[in-house]
């Protein structure tokens, strides 16, 4: 009976349509045991009655299909669903932003919130990283963006610097103590990160409290581009 019911919600979905076990488990079958849904899924999963993405994330297939993946903008789609739930990182990160003209990578970096992950874990051309945090707020991801470019910046020869010098003054003129620490809490950053965004709030004076979590004796290794905010 219950293969029955869940075979007829999935018929009732449109091919291609992501399906997240638990989400479907809490909002549709909670009336059976969570163990017995998720071994039905795997079931019709070894049945080729759907298709399976990762642990507990499966997908109506086109056709019967189930050896092709949802396209790779369905999967960013779904992970990011318009920065309700994720948002890009990375090389692609700059791309958007416009700070290179070019990424190489293949691979599109994205950190969510959907899916419960201790590693990263690489979907079609996704790499996958959970990290529980509420990406509605626009200052979550303008801290999160400024953390994420300082980590990579240097791997970029022919950057922007004027469109970088843009963003970085953006952020330090939005900036907000208690969402940037919020961040920190919900994904660890190099202590250099840290600094390096204290040497940019110092340089813009905007008040901050980063020194508290900075070691006063140890010399941070800062990106190039940020050498200019040294106080000469």
């Known amino acids: 009976m219950y293969t029955r019911d ?61 050896d092709n993946l949802p396209e790779p903008s369905k999967l960013l789609d779904f992970f990011t669903s318009k920065y309700k739930h994720g948002m890009l990182i990375g090389g692609k990160m700059l791309l958007a932003k416009g700070i290179i003209k070019e990424d190489n990578n293949p691979y599109y970096n994205v950190i969510t919130n959907t899916i419960e992950i201790k590693t990263k874990r690489y979907i079609s051309n996704l790499v996958i990283e959970t990290v529980d945090i509420d990406y509605r707020s626009s200052k979550v991801r303008e801290s999160i963006e400024m953390l994420e470019m300082i ?49 940019v709030l110092d340089y813009y004076n905007v008040a901050n409290n980063l020194s508290k979590q900075l070691n006063t004796a140890s010399k941070y290794q800062l990106p ?8 000469q």
């Open 6 to 66: 869940i075979k007829q919600w999935i018929s009732s979905l449109k091919d291609g349509s992501i399906i997240l076990a638990k989400t479907a488990y809490e909002n549709y079958f909670s009336d059976m045991k969570e163990a017995t849904f998720y071994q039905l899924l795997a079931r019709l999963n070894e049945e080729k009655y759907i298709g399976k993405i990762a642990k507990g994330l499966y997908f109506k297939p086109y056709k019967r299909q189930v």
């Open 151 to 199: 980590e990579i910046i240097d791997e970029y020869d022919n950057y922007d610097k004027n469109k970088l010098d843009e963003f970085i003054e953006a952020f330090a003129k939005n900036y907000n103590e208690a969402t940037f620490n919020k961040v920190l809490n919900a994904k660890t950053y190099k202590k250099r990160n840290i600094a390096a965004v204290k040497l």
């Open 224 to 231: 190039g581009h940020f050498l200019k905010y040294i106080e």
